[in-house]
């Protein structure tokens, strides 16, 4: 289809402004507003009417690095109304790859049957482009990957030289594509990074014009202390910088809030260019080993992790030092924490369990010791969903106009559950359920100004100049939702599942997602960053 015209329907051009009748003109890849029934050579007509004329969806914060290339319809995205994504988010990401690095994500998609066939930025965009996808994808560079590779899981600082190659790596990764770098704080390898050494490569990225995203080192009870570190990172390096899915996890932290955003406030008063983006939901989701195991018995390669694990006296000290971290929370916790997925066959009971309830299959007496027990038999591999957010924080949170709508999640073809792993309902829904809360529920935000979150906010983030708008001569990413019947429709017992209300799915001009159908086409580019980038 060369051309075709969107006909009847209201616009909401991105820019967060009224929505205004008009029809919208699709042509050659580029999107052209006409007034409403004005006459114009198009192949096709096509009925908006009673539906909201949006941008394409910008999903600011996933991770679909690997997933894009296994599920290259990308399903889940387009039937939420996502027409780009920016990956390689947390520090975790698909390049550079060697040494631990490259055996642990060999050993994570191996049972897709991914073959890692790249080992740098260059390599992983060329295999991108040519496998195709059905939406656009635009990269963060993972502080992860590239500590990895330098120093490997080890809890030790950089060298003068090897921080003198990891600057080197990012400046090859900059230049191959990467619109930035990102860092996971919580994780290993990154974890064990000093302010200085972030300091040092988020120089390299404000040098190009590129964004630094972090999942901050708590988002609990360090969580001010933690946001003051990545403050004074952008603030010391002059870069540019992302909050990662801001959120004050626990009960006990909840009240951090206010604090929080007097802090953010401050600090984009007197000049720090910092936003955020946040997901709606009060759930988070990651690794089981990162939301039980004490940072310190992270530390080194995954067979030393294992060992420590296995070992009688040091797995009796870390399960004494997780009770005295819980207190009066350790059996609120063992309710909230519960299993989505497993690497090892065997042990997909465990899928749709919390840790109480683990303790009981394995038939272990104590619920700590029986997470622990379960990480290490699924070497690390077991992922899981903690129940630990505020709803009234949530809602404080999207009043805040620089945080956009991220899902924190990675794609996926399938549009039922199965019984292989029962993910976050993030992966499917995060767009419309923020529609119904921000704009139906809680009505803090008006339909445009709730797209801007979606669409020309994370654009200007991420610098995409030419998407995220609708206006003439834009990229002709478009979502056409009916705005009263938007919901989402994922649960945490049945997640997949595609949201209601999303009519049509635009990507560079051809229609990906269509009245609840796939197309099977794959238009989807890898994108660069349009803000003095390489």
């Known amino acids: 289809m ?10 909401a051009d991105g820019a967060g402004g009224a929505l205004r009748r008009a029809d919208v003109l699709v042509r050659g890849g580029e999107v052209f507003l006409l007034p409403a029934g004005a006459a114009c050579e198009a192949r096709q007509e096509l009925s908006a009417s009673g539906a909201l004329v949006c941008p ?21 995205r387009i039937a939420a109304g996502v027409t780009t994504e920016c990956v390689g988010n947390c520090g975790y990401g698909a390049f550079p790859l060697a040494g631990e690095v490259l055996q642990r994500r060999r050993q994570e998609y191996q049972a897709a049957g991914l073959v890692l066939d790249w080992t740098d ?61 990102s860092s996971g704080l919580a994780y290993p390898p990154g974890m064990w990074a000093d302010a200085d050494e972030l300091t040092t490569l988020a120089s390299v990225v404000a040098r190009h014009g590129g964004l630094y995203t972090s999942h901050i080192r708590s988002e609990s009870d ?7 570190e990545f403050l004074a ?18 009960g006990r932290n909840w009240h951090k809030l206010t604090e929080l955003s007097r802090r953010l406030s401050a600090a984009r008063a007197r000049g720090i260019a910092v936003t955020a983006d946040r997901y709606p939901y009060t759930a988070s989701a990651t690794d089981l080993g990162t939301i039980v195991l004490p940072r310190a018995a992270l530390a080194g390669s995954q067979e030393q992790v294992l060992a420590r694990l296995a070992e009688p006296a040091s797995r009796g000290r870390i399960i004494r030092q997780i009770r005295r971290q819980m207190g009066d929370d350790l059996a609120r916790w063992h309710e909230a924490v519960v299993i989505t997925s497993v690497g090892q066959p065997a042990l997909r009971p465990c ?24 990480i290490h038999d699924d070497r690390l591999l077991t992922q899981a969903i903690h129940f630990s957010m505020s709803e009234s924080n949530l809602r404080e949170i999207y009043t805040w106009d620089f945080v956009a709508v991220g899902s924190d999640s990675s794609c996926r073809s399938r549009l039922e559950t199965g019984e292989e792993e ?29 797209v801007r979150r979606l669409t020309s906010l994370p654009a200007e983030i991420l610098g995409l100049k030419d998407r995220g708008v609708l206006r003439d001569g834009a990229a002709a990413d478009i979502t056409v939702i009916e705005p009263e019947v938007l919901a989402d429709r994922a649960t945490y017992e049945d997640p997949c599942r595609p949201p209601a209300g999303v009519r049509l799915t635009i990507v560079n001009g051809q229609i990906v997602w269509r009245d609840g159908q796939a197309t099977g086409l794959r238009p989807g580019r890898m994108l660069k960053s349009q803000r003095n980038m390489p």
Not at 4 to 11: D, E
Not at 222 to 228: K, P, Q
Not at 233 to 250: P, Y
Request: charge should be positive.
């Open 422 to 450: 029962r993910p976050h309902p993030r992966a499917y829904g995060t767009p419309a359920r923020f529609w119904e809360l921000a704009v139906r529920r809680w009505g803090i935000l008006s339909p445009g100004a709730a």
């Open 121 to 181: 930025a260059a390599g992983y965009f060329a295999r991108a482009a040519a496998a195709g996808c059905a939406i656009n994808r635009l990269v963060l560079a993972g502080h992860g990957n590239i500590r990895g590779v330098v120093l490997g899981y080890a809890r030790r600082k950089a060298t003068p030289r090897q921080l003198a190659k990891m600057c080197d790596l990012l400046e090859e990764c900059l230049a191959a594509g990467a619109a930035g770098l």
């Open 233 to 250: 990172i952008l603030e010391r390096s002059g870069c540019r910088g992302q909050f990662s899915h801001i959120k004050t996890a626990g």
């Open 351 to 374: 899928i749709g369990k919390n840790l109480r309830q683990i303790a009981d299959f394995l038939h272990v007496a104590d619920a700590t010791e029986a997470a622990i027990q379960l």
């Open 222 to 228: 360090e969580l001010l202390e933690a946001a003051d």
């Open 2 to 11: 060369d051309s075709f015209v969107l006909r009847g329907g209201q616009v």
């Open 56 to 76: 394409g969806f910008i999903d600011i914060h996933g991770h679909s690095d690997f997933a894009s290339l296994i599920y290259s319809d990308a399903a889940s």
